[in-house]
Nanobody, 118 residues
Framework: QVQLAESGGGSVQAGGSLRLSCAAS????????MGWFRQAPGKEREEVAI????????TYADFVQGRFTITQDKQNKIFYLRMNTLKPEDTAMYYC???????????WGQGTQVTVSS
């Protein structure tokens, strides 16, 4: 079973950038996909980006609009979310998640806070 730990959140001004990291420990060789999600106060959690670890195929939510990039460093078991041109509406707790099979994510990190000021 994999364990996940996010880092890299912080406070930035609109237009700024952050790179979130998700360090995975345990068996990552058989992972099916990794995802980044976010949840703002009073709102439901939403998907931000997914990477299918075996093929490298990536998908993004519509609101990303080319600003974010999800990548994986398989050797070091770290997954990244590079976020550029941040907007105040990107403010949220960001979580990474993993699964071994298609379907709902079952393994989650503890989250890292991103705050974007105008």
């Amino acid at each position: 079973q994999v364990q996940l730990a996010e880092s890299g959140g912080g406070s930035v001004q609109a237009g700024g950038s952050l790179r979130l990291s998700c360090a995975a420990s345990g068996n990552t060789d058989r992972l099916y996909s990794m995802g980044w999600f976010r949840q703002a106060p009073g709102k439901e959690r939403e998907e931000v980006a997914i990477i299918f670890t075996r093929t490298g195929i990536r998908t993004y939510a519509d609101f990303v609009q080319g600003r974010f990039t999800i990548t994986q460093d398989k050797q070091n078991k770290i997954f990244y979310l590079r976020m550029n041109t941040l907007k105040p509406e990107d403010t949220a707790m960001y979580y990474c998640a993993a699964n071994y099979l298609p379907g709902p994510y079952k393994t989650w990190g503890q989250g890292t806070q991103v705050t974007v000021s105008s």
